[in-house]
C-alpha cells in the first residue's frame, strides 16, 4: 500500500530563519509528487510538481527537491505570510492510477 | 489559471436530509474528485470520474454517491446526512492523471446537526 509521511507534524521558525519540511514516500513506481499549501479555511493550492529523483523546482522561497525515498520543501528566509500546511502527495504508476496519496502535512508558521 | 468552483462555503443540514454539493471547473478537465478533509485523518478520496457519466469508488465512498452529467461539473450527494458527515468538502479536477496536478476548490464546510 502507497505511504506518504510527512514530517514534523508542526514547525514554528522566526522570520529569516530557514529550514525544511519532509515527505517521505513508499509508492510503487513513483508517477509523481505534488506540494500544495494550504491556508486555513481553503484548499489546497498547487506549487509543485517532481517526476524524477535529483530533480528540483523554485519559486520565491520555496524549493522542492526530490529522491528516491524523499522530498524536501526548503524554505528560505521565511516570511510570516509563509505560514500554511504544506501537504505532499504521490501518485504511482500502477492500475490504480489516478489515485493522489496525501501526507497529513506540516503545520508552518513564521513569527515576525 | 484553472479555476475550480464550488457552490457553497458553509452547509449546514439536518441528519437524513440528502445533501448535494456541486463543483464546477472551467478548464475542460477530464478528471474530477470529491475528498473529505478531517483534522488528523488528511484528505480522503470519497469518487472519482474520468469523465462524463463514468466514477469510480474512491477510499471512503459509503454513504455518498456522485453524478457527472456535463464535463465541467461533478456533484457530490449525501443520501441521507448523518452526523458523521460533518466535514471540509474539497472538489479537485485534473487534465491527466499522475502527469498533471490536481487542481482545488476552496471547500465547503458541511455541519450536519
Known amino acids: 500500500e502507497d505511504q506518504v509521511t510527512q514530517s514534523p507534524e508542526a514547525l514554528r521558525l522566526q522570520e529569516g530563519e530557514s529550514s525544511s519540511l519532509n515527505c517521505s514516500y513508499t509508492?510503487?513506481?513513483?508517477?509523481?509528487l505534488f506540494w500544495y499549501r494550504q491556508d486555513p479555511g481553503k484548499g489546497p493550492e498547487f506549487l509543485f510538481t517532481?517526476?524524477?529523483a535529483g530533480e528540483e523546482k523554485e519559486k520565491e522561497r520555496l524549493k522542492a527537491t526530490l529522491t528516491k525515498k524523499e522530498s524536501f520543501l526548503h524554505i528560505t528566509a521565511p516570511k510570516p505570510e509563509d505560514s500554511a500546511t504544506y501537504l505532499c502527495?504521490?501518485?504511482?504508476?500502477?492500475?490504480?492510477?489516478?489515485?493522489?496519496?496525501f501526507g497529513k502535512g506540516t503545520l508552518l508558521t513564521v513569527n515576525p | 489559471d484553472v479555476k475550480v468552483t464550488q457552490s457553497s462555503r458553509y452547509l449546514v443540514k439536518r441528519t437524513g436530509e440528502k445533501v448535494f454539493l456541486e463543483c464546477v471547473q472551467d478548464?475542460?478537465?477530464?478528471?474530477m474528485f470529491w475528498y473529505r478533509q478531517d483534522p488528523g485523518l488528511g484528505l480522503r478520496l470519497i469518487y472519482f470520474?474520468?469523465?462524463?457519466?463514468?466514477?469510480e469508488k474512491g477510499d471512503i465512498p459509503e454513504g455518498y454517491s456522485v453524478s457527472r452529467e456535463k464535463k465541467e461539473r461533478f456533484s457530490l450527494i449525501l443520501e441521507s446526512a448523518s452526523t458523521n458527515q460533518t466535514s471540509m468538502y474539497l472538489c479537485?479536477?485534473?487534465?491527466?492523471?499522475?502527469?498533471?496536478?490536481?487542481?482545488f476548490g476552496d471547500g465547503t464546510r458541511l455541519s450536519i446537526l
Open positions: 509508492v510503487s513506481g513513483l508517477r509523481g
Open positions: 478548464m475542460d478537465h477530464e478528471n
Open positions: 517532481l517526476y524524477s
Open positions: 479537485a479536477s485534473s487534465g491527466q492523471i499522475g502527469n498533471q496536478p490536481q487542481h
Open positions: 502527495a504521490a501518485v504511482n504508476s500502477g492500475g490504480s492510477n489516478y489515485k493522489l496519496t
Open positions: 470520474s474520468y469523465d462524463v457519466k463514468m466514477k
